[in-house]
């Protein structure tokens, strides 16, 4: 059984940054697209960026050119690198894993972590 385990949360002023780090405690990296999705209060969760086995990687639109995700096959680790924040970033952010990419950004993950919490102030 796979388990994920998000960290570097917090809350940040407008136009910090932050970055997210998300623990595999298997060697799942080279057989699975890693994503990350988030839920603001009130709102569903939906993805924000994905990774895929050949490194490829896929943002929504409001984030792109803002945050960069990245992963660390050897040591099981997952990033989001979150720079230029805005309000409407805050929400809770959880890390995924998915056998495809196309899956995954439907949202029906085959795994999922606890999340760890972004506020932004302005």
Do not use: H
Request: charged content about 20%; hydrophobic content about 30%.
């Amino acid at each position: 059984q796979v388990q994920l385990k998000e960290s570097g949360g917090g809350s940040v002023q407008a136009g910090g940054s932050l970055r997210l780090s998300c623990e595999a405690s298997g060697d799942i990296f080279r057989n699975y697209c890693m994503g990350w999705f988030r839920q603001a209060p009130g709102k569903a969760r939906a993805g924000v960026a994905s990774i895929d086995t050949d490194e490829s990687t896929s943002y929504i639109v409001s984030v792109k050119g803002r945050f960069t995700i990245s992963k660390d096959n050897n040591k099981n680790i997952l990033y989001l690198q979150m720079n230029g924040l805005r309000v409407a970033d805050t929400a809770e952010y959880y890390c995924a894993a998915d056998r495809t990419c196309r899956t995954l950004w439907t949202g029906k993950v085959e795994y999922w972590g606890q999340g760890t919490p972004v506020t932004v102030s302005s």
